[in-house]
């Protein structure tokens, strides 16, 4: 049992930033102090928020007094720092600073961990100090805490996540309401799941970096962003939707990071990547709705696990803050330290090219006898497999682009990304294909 709260001296937090995060930080801070006392055994003071703009309008659960424009001088007189401003700089600086004067920091800003957390985690390290980013990946679902320190006696060989709110509440809102992109992300801004610039959200910059998080994490390997490969949901339409739906399938923004073993012709290393790929209904990730995040994690000896939960929005984000917080406090009072970075597996980081799934390619195709035979001829001349192939549209019937053309839809088994592209390129030279009317990935299947 922890010493009763008044048996330690105050800790003191620091708050830098606050905005949608933030202000759900020092909300929570102020209306659970008695519960959070007796958590950690000691009361936690937050003596400062940092902000940019001291006059401005805030909201009401903010003590006015505790509002400085001086982060440099905050960061000095505090024992746990909690950043949730975003961006690198000056939040990496801030950060040094504080784990130099001997602080615990607590971060949520995946942006800077996935560029340079080794900068962080070798300085938290020197200075003998915790950091913790339960926020940085899939907002309020514990997943970081899981994956470093649950199943540190497990070996993880794959991570299948939904982890940005933003796309999976736009694609959803495409698939069941007809919404279009652009509308659906200005609910999902209003709602406050985006990034304040929602790029990051739909060109997947924000996932690529959960990813190499997560990636870290679970393969005891320096993964930054610069070694994800990432294509955002932009390029998905309307009617790539409405295919998947036919095909029992949903069209997710998957952040996946995987072991390759060496087979298939394709080097030992970890494949770690984000694009919309079409899950199959009957997957526990196809069931993941609205701005909800799920990660789905495969390790050698617990099996398949699936974490779901809010993965943004300011009340939820900030329960994982705080969570971290209280760990960080812990150790204040009764001594420890958390987890310190993981780098001695050492794998190699494949390229994008070598990542292996199956896909779906459908082409518009002159309707006439030996067409097929000649795709197929194509594919196998690349060494990609058929898995299946529909016809949806009656030959020259109802529902065809035109008299003459027919649609057809190719599922392939596993196949190097590199072997695709190429194929595509064949198919796509063929004398009767029209067009290639989209290229999609299945996962999970
Ligand atoms: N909003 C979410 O759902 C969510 C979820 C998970 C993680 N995060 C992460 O949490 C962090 C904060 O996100 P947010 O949504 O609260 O962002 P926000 O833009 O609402 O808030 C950031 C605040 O920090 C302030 N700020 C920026 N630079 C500053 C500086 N130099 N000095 C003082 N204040 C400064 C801004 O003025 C703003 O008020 C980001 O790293 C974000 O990626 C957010
Ligand atoms: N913009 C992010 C917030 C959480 O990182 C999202 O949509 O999931
Ligand atoms: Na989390």
Known sequence: MPPAAESHPPLRVALLGCGVVGTQVARLLTEQADDLASRVGARLELVGIAVRDVAAPRDAAIDRALLTDDAEGLVQRADIVVEVMGGTEPARTLLLRAIEAGAAVVTANKALLAEDGPTLYKAADAAGVDIYFEAAVAGAIPIVRPVRES????HVRRVLGIVNGTTNYVLDQMATTGMDLEEAVKE???????????????????????AAILASL????????DDVAREGILSVTADDVAWAAQTGHVIKLLAIAELRDGAAGVPAGVSVRVHPALVPTAHPLATVRGSFNAVFVEAESAGELMFYGRGAGGAPTASAVLGDVVSAARHRVLGGKGPQ???YAELAILPASAAVTRYQVRLDVEDRPGVLAQVAHALAEHG??????RQPTAPGGAGAAEPGVAELVITTHAAPESALAATVEAVAALEPVRTITSVLRVEGA
């Not at 679970?218 to 962003?225: D, E, M, N």
């Open 341 to 343: 970075e993981s780098t």
């Open 188 to 210: 999902a801004q209003a709602l406050g799941y985006a990034e304040a610039d929602p790029t990051a959200d739909v060109e997947g910059y924000d996932a690529a970096a959960k």
């Open 151 to 154: 199943l540190a006696g497990d």
């Open 384 to 389: 990609v497999s058929i898995e299946a192939v």
């Open 218 to 225: 679970a393969f005891h390997t320096r993964v930054s962003l």
